[in-house]
Structures are given as C-alpha cells and as structure tokens.
C-alpha cells in the first residue's frame, strides 16, 4: 500500500505549469496521468483558430442563402470584405475573452499545486510517523492518502475539459457580437450587399482588391461599441 501511494504521489509530481507562449516543463510528462502541456497551450490557443473557422460559416439567414444564392438582377453588386485575423489580433473583446481564459487556466493550475504540494507533505509526515498509529490509524489514513491522489488525478483530467468548456462560451459570444455589429453597421449605412470574411488562414477567397476593405472602419466601431458596453456594467 504505502509503495502504491508514492509511486501515484511521484507521478503528480509534475507541474501543469503552461503558457501561451513558451510552455515550461521541468519533468519528463507521464503520458497516463499528466496533462499534456502542448495541449494545454493548444487549448488556450484554439480559442483563435476556432473563431476563424466560424467567422467563415454561413449562420441563420445566410446558412439558407449560402444554399439558394440570390441573384442581383439589377444594380451594381457592392462588396466588401472584413480581415479577422485582424478583428481578433486587435478587437479588444477578443484580447480580454484570451486574458480571462489564461487567468483561469493559471487558477485552476495553482489550485491543483496547492493540493499536491499538501498531499507530498501528509504523505511524507506519514511515513515519518506512521509507526506510531495504531494499525487502524494506519489503515484509515492510507486510505485518505489514496482518495486525495484519486481526487489529484481527476483534477488533472477536468482542467482541459474546463477550459474547452469555457473556448466554446466566448466564441459564441465573440461571434455574435461581432455578426451583430455588423449587420447593424450595414443597415444603417446601407452599404454591401455581400460582405465577406478574409482570414490568412481560413478564407473563402483567393484575391480581394485592397478597395474592399473595410476592417479598419469595422474594428473601429467594434472597439467603440465594447468601450461603452464596458462603461456601462
């Protein structure tokens, strides 16, 4: 029993420590019961890459025209285009929704810290003064040893489920507001009839004329409509 206990103790050993930028590992990673580091930092990532892939999705009304296309029988067709891979880099929306994310990936890390740096000692006590419990002191306290390891490990397990829990609420709610924005933007300007999304690295389209940007203007008044909203809480 003891050997059991700190052999798993010795396995919890490693840090979950990451960063978005340069994960840090000090250990070697046991692929059983350690979180992967790279996933870890993928999963803070994807927020981004996830929200590219969206913003080139037909949604509502659009889901029905991309199917059924509706021709401009007269008129010049106007369009213009929205760079994301800026929206995201410079929308402040997005850069707090990442904030937010990396703050409680490092919560959930120093939580789990606290409880293995405390689970080490008990169990290091134990083995000091084990001998002097009675045999059913020992018995139960094994016990509690080996429950808290199992309560270690399942938080090991839960953290990248968290946080891909919380990617998938700030997506929707990145994306909505910025579909709404700018549904609202061209109603009242009365613009385009097509305004498409152009990503490095998710794009519907191959060349755009440099004309049809209207990032700038977009981001703008996204920012703007945030700063208010912000103000106002």
Not at 16 to 27: A, D, G, K, L, Y
Not at 91 to 97: G, S, V
Not at 188 to 210: G, Q
Request: glycine content about 2%; aromatic content about 6%; proline content about 3%.
């Amino acid at each position: 029993m003891e050997e059991n206990i700190n052999n798993n103790v010795q396995e919890n050993n490693e840090t979950i420590e990451t960063s978005v930028q340069e994960p840090v590992v000090e250990n070697k990673p046991n692929k059983k019961n350690s979180i992967s580091v790279i996933a870890i930092a993928l999963s803070i990532i994807a927020i981004f890459a996830s929200v590219i892939s969206l913003f080139n999705r037909p949604t509502g009304e659009d889901a029905v025209t991309a199917k059924a296309p509706k021709v401009i029988q007269k008129g010049d067709l106007k369009i213009a285009y929205v760079n994301t891979d800026t929206i995201l880099a410079k929308y402040n929306m997005a850069l707090d929704m990442k904030k937010d994310l990396e703050a409680k990936q490092r919560q959930a890390e120093n939580t789990f810290k606290s409880a293995e740096s405390k689970l080490q000692a008990d169990y290091q006590n134990y083995m000091k003064t084990g001998d002097k419990l009675t045999l059913t002191q020992q018995k139960e306290k094994e016990k509690e040893l080996q429950e808290r390891m199992q309560k270690l490990q399942q938080m090991q397990t839960n953290l990248p489920m968290q946080l891909q829990e919380e990617q998938v609420k700030m997506n929707k709610k990145l994306l909505d507001a910025v579909y709404a924005f700018i549904a609202d933007y061209n109603k009242k300007h009365d613009k385009y009839n097509v305004i498409l999304s152009n990503s490095y690295m998710s794009s519907p389209t191959l060349y755009i004329d440099k004309g049809m940007d209207i990032t700038d203007e977009i981001l703008k008044g996204l920012n703007e409509e945030y700063k208010n909203y912000k103000e106002d809480k």
